[in-house]
C-alpha cells in the first residue's frame, strides 16, 4: 500500500536525479563541442549531422534509463519485519 508507494517515489525520483545528472554532465561537454569552442586548441570541429546524433543518443539513454523502473520490485516489508523479530542463533 502506502509503504510500496513510497519506494516507487524514491526510486522514481533517485532515477530523475541521475537522469539530470548525467544529462547535464553530458551537455556541458556536448554544446561546446558542437558550438566548435575546441577548434582553437585540437582543431576539430563537429559536423552538425554528429551533433544531432549525439544529442539524439543523450535522448535515448535517458529514456533507457528510465525504462529500468519497469524492473522495480519494491521490498517485501512483512518478510522483513519478520526476519527482524525471529529470534537469532547468536542471542542463545
Known sequence: GIC?????SRATLRRIKMNL????????????????LLYPWTGLTLPPW??????AMSSVCVVCSSLTLNCFSPKDLA???ARERAPS???R
Open 89 to 91: 542463533t547468536k542471542e
Open 21 to 36: 545528472g548525467l544529462s547535464m554532465l553530458y551537455n556541458t561537454v556536448g554544446i561546446p563541442a558542437a558550438a566548435g
Open 4 to 8: 510500496v508507494a513510497f519506494d516507487i
Open 79 to 81: 518478510a522483513e519485519y
Open 50 to 55: 554528429a551533433a544531432s546524433f549525439a544529442m
